[in-house]
């Protein structure tokens, strides 16, 4: 049974891969490439929800097989749930721009009032319009400075405070076991296999 991937961040896609090759390792896992499909999905939607099934909707009719998408993003509570669905493309085309800007926001911010969320809505869709949707979220803090290279976006900046390092100082393993991605992908995992167990490959 095949599974296409639908996302062209290379950062999202190998921890998917990672991922979902141990909770279902029964399925072929495609990529958007691997499928022929080069189109970017515009995300208008009003949340991570939306945004989701907007992408797994169109990826599913273009390839014509079972995809698993997702919108995921950082909510800084001094900044009122800021970037939120906004994450990716509020401040620049590169991370670093980003978290620049996010540095540069918080800056009078105290320790104590830079909390902050990693969400992320995972949406599985058949052809024939089938869905299962999980949600997984982690909570930290933002720090001062990034640090770390083991990741993408905003991991060098979201501090652990019961550990003392961001997220991009872990290591695959361990990012993967408790970020958002990982727990909303254990999450839609048994789903996904109840979805595909009707479709023939």
């Known amino acids: 049974m095949k599974l296409l991937i639908a996302t062209n961040n290379q950062g999202k896609l190998k921890e998917y891969q990672q991922i979902l090759r141990e909770l279902l390792p029964d399925l072929t896992l495609l990529t958007l490439r691997e499928a022929g499909i ?14 989701a099934r907007l992408k797994a909707v169109e990826y599913a009719a273009l390839s014509g097989l079972p995809v698993i998408a997702d919108d995921s993003g950082l909510a800084v509570e001094a ?30 911010v ?24 999980a949600y997984g979220e982690v909570l930290g803090r933002i720090g001062y400075e990034p640090r770390g290279s083991n990741g993408f976006g905003y991991d060098p900046l979201f501090v652990f405070p ?9 290591s695959s393993d ?15 995992a048994p789903e996904v296999a109840r979805l595909l167990g009707g479709i023939e490959s």
């Open 110 to 133: 105290p320790e104590a009032e830079r909390g902050a969320k990693f969400v992320c809505v995972a949406l599985c869709r058949t052809p024939d319009g089938r869905e299962a949707m």
């Open 79 to 108: 900044l009122g749930g800021f970037p939120g669905v906004h994450s990716a493309r509020w401040a620049g085309p590169t991370d670093a721009e980003r978290n620049r800007e996010i540095l540069a926001k918080l800056e009078n």
């Open 38 to 51: 080069n189109q970017d999905v515009e995300e208008t939607g009003e949340t991570f929800e939306e945004n």
């Open 162 to 170: 019961e550990r003392g390092t961001t997220m991009a100082e872990l």
């Open 174 to 188: 361990e990012k993967n076991a408790i970020s958002h991605r990982g727990r909303a992908a254990r999450l839609l």
